[in-house]
């Protein structure tokens, strides 16, 4: 194994997108990250670092970013992945889950069957702003009878106070962005 590379390289990676869905937002695109195959190993070997001692089983994702990294993560800390899908994408009985973004609302479901009662949950999304998606997983988890055991995010905005709204559970993040 290779030794880790500076967090000013996965830095680096990020490309700020202003007015990105919309004015007055900066979209922080990983796809840069992605798309090096230093940068891409090392965040999920940095990311299992942070989430191995929470002892997941499992690991969930929201679409669509949260499947970039969730099951490369979940593969490194020896887990399942399960994914939360937007509404009507998923062919079997399903849990539902409405949420409010930075910038709008959606809604996510997950098969009912899906995470076995009792397992550990890690909930993984590559980027935390305000909280709203992992609340939203965090909610499925409780409600198919899964434990949620912490969250996991490449990039934390730490400005809009996500992870104020996810205690007491631990949050993890990779990047963490202090200001716009």
Known sequence: ?????????????????????????????????????????????????LARPLEPEVVIGAEARGFLLGPALARELGCGFVL????????HDTVRAEYELEYGTDALELHADAIAPGSRVL?????????????????????????????????????????ARLAPLPVRTLLRYDGK
Request: glycine share 14%; aromatic share 6%.
């Open 1 to 49: 194994m290779s030794e880790p590379l500076p967090e000013a390289f996965l830095r680096n990676l990020v490309r700020d997108i202003p007015g990105f869905p919309q004015p007055g937002i900066i979209f922080k695109d990983i796809t840069p990250l992605l798309a090096s195959p230093q940068g891409l190993a090392q965040a999920v070997r940095g990311l299992a670092a």
């Open 84 to 91: 939360a899908r937007k509404p009507g994408k998923l062919p």
């Open 123 to 163: 909930v993984h999304d590559d980027l935390l702003a305000t909280g709203g998606t992992a609340l939203a997983l965090r909610g499925l988890v409780d409600r198919v009878g899964g434990a949620v055991a912490g969250f996991a995010f490449l990039i934390e905005l730490a400005f809009l106070g996500g992870a």
